[in-house]
């Protein structure tokens, strides 16, 4: 199991920058992929970005080349995965989660609200 913590949201104006951080502590070593999703009010909450343990990207559609997730090397059973964002809009409005899965586990923090104003 591994346990996630978010940080870094806050609120911005549209067009600026923000960067979210997700500390993550436990079986690190097991970790297949991890990620970022997002659910805005009323809306399914949603893939934003994956990278897996081999460095491979996914991104949705609608934050491709304004988002980009990366990570730092473990240390001490501990990592940080890391979702820079810019060129906000208000439509990415919503809170974010961290996730992370193994081959027994999918792991979520408990959220972070970012909120872009026009």
């Known amino acids: 199991q591994v346990q996630l913590v978010e940080s870094g949201g806050g609120l911005v104006q549209a067009g600026e920058s923000l960067r979210l951080s997700c500390a993550i502590s436990?079986?690190?070593?097991?970790?297949?992929?991890e990620g970022w999703y997002r659910q805005a009010p009323g809306k399914r909450r949603e893939l934003v970005a994956t990278?897996?343990?081999?460095?491979?990207?996914?991104?949705?559609d609608s934050v491709k080349g304004r988002f980009t997730i990366s990570r730092d090397n473990a240390r001490n059973a501990r990592k940080t995965v890391y979702l820079q964002m810019n060129s906000l809009k208000p439509e990415d409005t919503a809170v974010y989660y961290c996730?992370?899965?193994?081959?027994?586990?999918?792991?979520w923090g408990q959220g972070i609200q970012v909120t872009v104003s026009s």
């Open positions: 990278i897996t343990s081999g460095g491979s990207t996914l991104y949705a």
């Open positions: 996730t992370a899965d193994g081959p027994t586990f999918d792991s």
């Open positions: 436990g079986s690190i070593n097991s970790i297949n992929t």
